[in-house]
């Protein structure tokens, strides 16, 4: 069966030598991308993709976001090189890479939106990737809305890939994040708040066609099904200083319904017990194989082989394990012949 991996990562070679020109000193997961040769060299890619039959890739940027890796024009220079680069590799090798998600630099929003526009109308991206924030501050602010309106005139999906460093403390009384916590924990905690920042801001009543693939199935979210559907029913009954029903009253659904809208994919490191929770929360017409490729523990491709275990296990019926592997990705991006248009 063919297999489309939407969420794994790249980094173009003249963007990493570009990087490791601006930023070689970059701290966390700085340190860790410059240790994975399969994110720059193409050679090693393609050998851990030929063990696996009928088997495609979607790229996009590694982290850590753009924005961490220089100052705003050195973060303008990347994404344009970063966006260059995934549209040769895409352009050179579509049996292999059928589409990209495009790079912004968020710290300049009025330049990011000029870029998104190349990058999905001259470039063809399919997607793109944006960190839950940008160097501290959230999406829902008003700098960041035409993000949300871009996209969902182009009908294209945006990429949710958390960021966090150790220096979010795990206690205020502390200066640095412990044991990588920040990593661990700190991730799905980042993913999750800028879901709920997404919901309650009303974004989905504002744009009805908005696409939006939380990363790492969904994080927080459907582990916590109850506290976010009969607990957040009840907002504003725990707060003191400002009245929050309205809030409630300002949306058309439940909170729990604006989650269920939200793609998750299965980029959960081969948990079977995740991928089954965030399938029973999403349902299989908005979970999308993914691998999170290179970043195993090792060198190899232990994420590929256990995600697909995993999938190949679950009691699913062949229409639902088709739609996971790739039917829904190709509707999601729109992998047909009328690509890359405002509408």
Known sequence: MKKLDVFN?????????????????????????????????????????????????????????????GPPAVALD?????????????????DRFPAFAASLPMAVPDAAWGEL????????????????????KPLDLPEYQPLFELMAGYDLPIFLHPARGARS??????EKSKYEIWWTFGWPYETSVAMARIVFAGLFDRHPRLKILAHHLGAMIPF???????????????????????????????????FRMFYGDTAVFGSRAATECGLSFFGTDRVLFASDAPFDPERGPMYIRETLRVLDELDLSEADRRKIYYENAERLLGLGPNIGRMS
């Not at 344009?80 to 050179?92: F, I, K, P, S, Y």
């Not at 793109?128 to 160097?135: I, K, Y």
């Not at 403390?169 to 502390?174: A, M, V």
Request: proline share 8%.
């Open 9 to 69: 990562h790249v980094f173009p070679r003249p963007f990493y030598d570009l990087l490791m020109k601006v930023s070689p000193a970059l701290e966390d997961m700085g340190k860790r991308v410059r240790a994975i040769p399969m994110l720059y060299d193409l050679d090693e890619r393609f050998r851990i993709m030929d063990r696996f039959e009928d088997y495609h890739q979607v790229l996009s940027l590694a982290s850590p976001p753009i924005d961490a890796m």
């Open 224 to 258: 916590f099904e109850g506290r976010v559907g009969p607990g957040w029913d009840q907002l504003g009954t725990r707060t003191s200083d400002e009245d929050l029903t309205q809030v409630l009253r300002r949306l058309n659904k439940r909170p729990l319904d604006y």
């Open 78 to 94: 990347l994404a344009r090189t970063a966006n260059d680069g995934m549209a040769e590799l895409v352009r050179q090798n579509p």
């Open 117 to 136: 526009r190349r990058a999905v109308e001259d470039l063809g991206a399919r997607a793109v990737q944006v960190f839950t924030n940008v160097s501290g």
């Open 169 to 174: 403390p795990d206690y205020p009384t502390e």
